[in-house]
């Protein structure tokens, strides 16, 4: 099993900053992909950013030029650096990591429990 523990989350004003933390635990051989999605009240769940092991990125729009994702691989942890929060940006904030298994190679898909990120005045 592989365990995704987000922290970070909380309530920040307009113009302001987070910073979301994600570690993975457990069975893990790689991880060729982490990144963040997230939920807002009524809405689907999108993918706000994903960093692959390389380093390479992939923002969404609403993310461009005022999020930032990292990892560290030895530490098997992603970051979201969150600048300029807007109150759109309000949502519950998903980790999501693509795994190899140790024990087993195969490759599993895991999510974190959430956290919320709220922007308001």
């Known amino acids: 099993q592989v365990q995704l523990v987000e922290s970070g989350g909380g309530l920040v004003q307009p113009g302001g900053s987070l910073r979301l933390s994600c570690a993975a635990s457990g069975d893990i051989f790689k991880i060729f992909l982490m990144g963040w999605y997230r939920q807002a009240p009524g809405k689907q769940r999108e993918l706000v950013a994903h960093?692959?092991?390389?380093?390479?990125?992939n923002y969404a729009d609403s993310a461009e030029g005022r999020f930032t994702i990292s990892r560290d691989n030895d530490k098997d942890t992603v970051y979201l650096q969150m600048n300029s929060l807007k109150p759109e940006d309000t949502a519950v904030y998903y980790c999501?990591?693509?795994?190899?298994?140790?024990?087993?190679?195969?490759?599993?898909?895991?999510w974190g429990q959430g956290t919320l990120v709220t922007v308001s005045s």
């Open positions: 999501n990591a693509r795994v190899i298994l140790l024990t087993s190679f195969f490759q599993l898909e895991v």
């Open positions: 960093v692959t092991r390389d380093g390479v990125t």
